[in-house]
């Protein structure tokens, strides 16, 4: 019984270690790549929910294949924005560009998420699938993001709750 109590005591205070320690806390506050990073996640995200709008309608009615293809590629870009100046952002809070611990796993699938839409580019600049399988492949690369961005807005409350709700 008493190691049911211990247990129960273990769960209910589970110990984390802070996402950030006092210097790399000050240096996030004191950067301007984390309001970089700040105004280019909300506006990945309405890009993509326009992006993603545009492509279900083109695969439900077969119209406007033209604004979801150049939605994907716009997309994209942004992606490609948000994931350099992340990792500027990565290297000035943590010492290095890519897979600090604190951030290991979203950048892990961070690559995922790249690869898949920029096999996208490539596939539609050379012509190697067709229309449909290129929208598949869209819709990949979105739930992979999709993902990625439920594990950064986790880290990120994480991060709150840890500092006192001061992140």
Do not use: C
């Amino acid at each position: 019984m008493a190691a049911t109590g211990r247990l129960d005591a273990d769960l209910a205070a589970p110990t984390h270690t802070p996402l950030y320690t006092t210097e790399e806390r000050r240096r996030r506050d004191g950067t301007v790549w984390t309001l970089v990073q700040g105004v280019l996640a909300p506006l990945q995200f309405i890009v993509f929910l326009v992006s993603l709008g545009l492509v279900l309608r083109w695969l439900a009615t077969g119209a406007g294949y033209e604004a979801a293809t150049l939605s994907i590629v716009l997309k994209t870009f942004v992606l490609y924005a948000i994931m350099v100046t992340g990792a500027i952002w990565e290297k000035v809070v943590f010492g290095r560009y890519l897979f600090a611990p604190a951030f290991f796993w979203e950048d892990a699938v961070s690559m995922l998420v790249i690869a898949l839409h920029t096999a996208y580019l490539w596939a539609l600049w050379s012509h190697a699938l067709a229309p449909e399988a290129l929208m598949s492949l869209a819709l990949a690369a979105y739930a992979a993001y999709v993902v990625n961005a439920a594990q950064f807005v986790l880290k990120l409350r994480r991060a709150r709750l840890s500092a006192g709700g001061v992140a």
